[in-house]
């Protein structure tokens, strides 16, 4: 009667998860090669990769680089995690904390082994080293992550981090508390187990949660690209648009009033004619920066065409619009713009609309008087400011 097959144990299973997460970290950094930390997650999991080794190795290659080097590459892992978490947060890594944490595990390590052998020893300086770069994962970088993206990715990120400081406190506590006989990897231990079979959920978590922060990512930027103009760093029509409706549907529930400013640079098509269109490149950057500065930081500025520019204010009267727009006239014509081909002067014609308790059709109505009042700007000579009620 043949005996049925053996089922794989707890450290199979362990070694086999993590060849499975190292190849999806390194799917994810090949296909995002520019995203940062993508490259210090696939590598922390191939630290694991290699310290799995080097203990499973055990009496078959020397027993110090088996000990001493697998444990360093174990925590090298951690700390490549925390790495690769602090440049996606765009945070500075503790470095001074991580090279103190690996010539602690490393010299404990020879010690424990060489001078005064204890496998609880060695586990006492591995775990809470592990852990602490772990910690330091969980509060700092991650909490400005949650900032810019939520916590979906950054939740299950969060989880695997608590999970792998918990293991690697966990297992030198209970080899102290109740299993003070074991004396290597391979002897048979409940917190091995347990500890294993945790290394196994942590891992699949780290590496989705890897993945779910790279998309997040991913997608925030091409939400961003979306919506912003990328020769002048402006939000683009499509945002300005959708700012304007808000903003007039705001000033409708409130009462109170919204205000509008168009902008033109004068005579464009001469400076692209007469200079080429990269420095009518230069003169549309420059004139945003100025367009920018002019502005109060309550207000939405914008791009919406070619040399046309918008601003969405909060103006309780066409008083302060015309005050504000002679501070963008002033502004552009103050000083010429410096291009590759010396200077030029560049002026500005604005045209400003007023709503006070906005009606239904109030978003094309106050477009449609700033356009004509920058028109009427054009026709008397340009270089001025015109307001609706007066155009």
């Known amino acids: ?22 190849l999806v970290l390194g799917l994810n950094w090949r296909m995002h090669p520019r995203m940062a ?19 499973m ?6 027993e110090l680089p088996s000990i001493v080097l697998g444990n360093t590459c ?16 765009a945070t500075r890594a503790p470095s001074r904390l991580m090279a103190a944490l690996v010539l602690a595990v490393a010299g404990g390590s020879l010690y424990f082994h060489v001078v005064d052998p204890s496998y609880a020893a060695r586990w006492w300086i591995l775990g809470p080293a592990a852990a602490a770069a772990s910690l330091w994962s969980l509060a700092v970088p991650q909490r400005a992550l ?5 916590w979906l990715g950054v939740g299950v990120f969060a989880a695997a981090t608590t999970l792998s400081a918990t293991i690697m406190l966990a297992v030198p506590l209970g080899l102290s508390a109740r ?18 079979a945790g290394a196994s959920v942590m891992l699949a978590l780290q590496a989705f949660g890897a993945v779910l922060l790279t998309a997040q990512r991913l997608q925030g930027e091409l ?8 020769m002048t760093g402006l939000p683009n029509r499509r945002a300005f648009d959708d700012a304007l409706l808000r903003a007039v549907e705001g000033a409708q529930r409130a009462g109170g009033a919204v205000g509008l400013l168009l902008v033109d640079v004068d005579h464009f098509k001469r400076i692209n004619d007469s200079h080429g269109h990269a420095q009518g490149d230069e003169v549309l950057r420059e004139v945003a920066r100025r367009f920018v500065a002019a502005l109060r930081r309550v207000d939405f500025p914008a791009r919406v065409g070619g040399e046309e520019f918008a601003a969405i204010l909060d103006a309780p009267h066409p008083g302060a619009l015309h005050e504000i727009a002679e501070r963008v006239r002033l502004t552009m014509a103050a000083t010429p713009v410096t291009t590759a081909k010396g200077l030029l002067q560049v002026t500005v014609s604005v045209g400003v609309a007023h709503v006070g308790s906005p009606g239904v059709d109030a978003v094309r109505a106050l477009y449609h008087d700033a356009d004509t009042a920058l028109y009427a700007a054009k026709r008397a000579g340009r270089d001025r400011v015109v307001i609706a009620a007066l155009a």
């Not at 190795?57 to 020397?62: E, V």
């Not at 700390?79 to 440049?87: F, I």
């Open 146 to 150: 949650a900032r810019e993206q939520g």
């Open 74 to 89: 174990l925590l090298g892992g951690f700390l490549l995690m925390l790495r690769g978490t602090c440049a996606f947060a």
């Open 223 to 230: 939400q961003r690209q979306a919506l912003v103009d990328a």
């Open 1 to 22: 009667m043949t005996s049925a097959p053996s089922a794989p144990d707890v450290a199979t299973v362990t070694l086999l998860m993590l060849l499975a997460t190292t």
């Open 179 to 196: 299993e003070t006989g074991v004396t290597h990897l391979f002897e048979p231990s409940a917190s091995k187990a347990w500890g294993l």
């Open 57 to 62: 190795l055990r009496g078959h290659i020397p």
């Open 37 to 55: 930390g993508a490259g210090s997650w696939f590598a922390a999991h191939l630290a694991f990769a290699v310290a799995a080794a080097l203990l």
